[in-house]
Structures are given as C-alpha cells and as structure tokens.
C-alpha cells in the first residue's frame, strides 16, 4: 500500500467516525504560583466566567507595574526622538544641519519607536501573566473534583497539575 493511500485511507476512516465532546475537562493555571484562594466546591454548579481559583498574583502585580513604568518611560523617549528628527529635518532644510546629524536623528527616532514597541508588548505579556492568575470556568458545568488547596505551589513548567475539574452539564 502507498502511503497517500494509507493517509487518505485514514483520513476518510477519521472522517466518518463521530465527534465525542469531552464530559469533562482537567483545568490548571496559565502561570506559576501559589494558590491564593479555591472558590468552588465539589457538585457546585458554576456558569462560564465564574472564578474558580485565584493565585498570590503579588509577583505578577509588580511585574506589570515595572512593565508600565519602563513603556511611559520608553514613549517619552520616542516622543522626544521624534521632535528631534523634526527639528534635524528642519535644519537640515535651511542647509544648517549635516546629513550626518539628519542620519543620526532618524536612526534614534527608529530605535526609540522600536523600544517602545518592544515596552508595549512586554506590557501586555505581564499584563496577561496578571490575569491568568485567576482560573474561570470556561463553560457552565458541575464541579467535579477539587485537587488544590491554598497554600500549593504550582508550577507551569512541566506538565502543569490538575487544579479543578469540570464536568459538562447535560
């Protein structure tokens, strides 16, 4: 048999059998931490968006803290660079300035823009990392097991364990 027969063989076998929606899903967190507070109950019914659990998000409040900090601080600069590039071009328009200052103005006003493009996601990243401290129900379901306790450290790097699981409602 070749093997595009075979894959196709298979394709065609996958195709034609059922979907199975899962009955319930394992849940863990997007980061590490340290489980704050467990909101739920084994059998409470729980709708989409419900907070399930929440971790010590102080690391993650001062992580975006400093990211805010370092984004302000980094679109002043590009504010400035590119006053100064308008204030180059000028010049350099009244045949005062060099192309070399031009130059050296266009590359800061780049490098600056840059940065705070560089800020700006890093923002975003520890802004996200904030947020995936708290575990929300991802669907309406039934609680159906509760495998963390505040105080328990969980870590993301390798295969991250099971917090809470949920069962769909039927």
Do not use: W
Not at 22 to 30: F, N, Y
Not at 113 to 122: C, G, K, P, Q, V
Not at 144 to 170: D, F, H, Q, W, Y
Request: aromatic share 2%.
């Amino acid at each position: 048999m070749n093997i595009i027969y075979r894959i196709s063989l298979a394709l065609l076998m996958l195709a034609s059998t059922p979907l199975m929606a899962a009955d319930s899903v394992r849940l863990s967190t997007a980061v590490s931490g340290v489980v704050k507070d467990v909101l739920v109950q084994i059998g409470q019914r729980v709708k989409k968006g419900d907070r399930l659990l929440t971790l010590d998000n102080t690391r993650y409040l001062a992580s975006l803290a400093e990211a805010d900090a370092a984004h302000a601080r980094q679109k002043q600069e590009s504010e400035e660079a590119d006053k100064d590039l308008k204030r180059t071009e000028e010049l350099y328009a009244r045949g005062v300035g060099s192309t070399t200052e031009l130059d050296a103005a266009k590359l800061r006003q780049i490098r600056a823009a840059s940065m705070a493009r560089e800020a700006e996601a890093r923002r975003l990243i520890a802004q996200k990392n904030l947020d995936d401290t708290v575990l929300v129900a991802p669907f309406d379901g039934v609680v159906r097991a509760r495998e963390a306790e505040p105080g328990m450290v969980v870590s993301t790097a390798c295969n991250p364990p099971t917090l809470i699981v949920i069962g769909k409602l039927r």
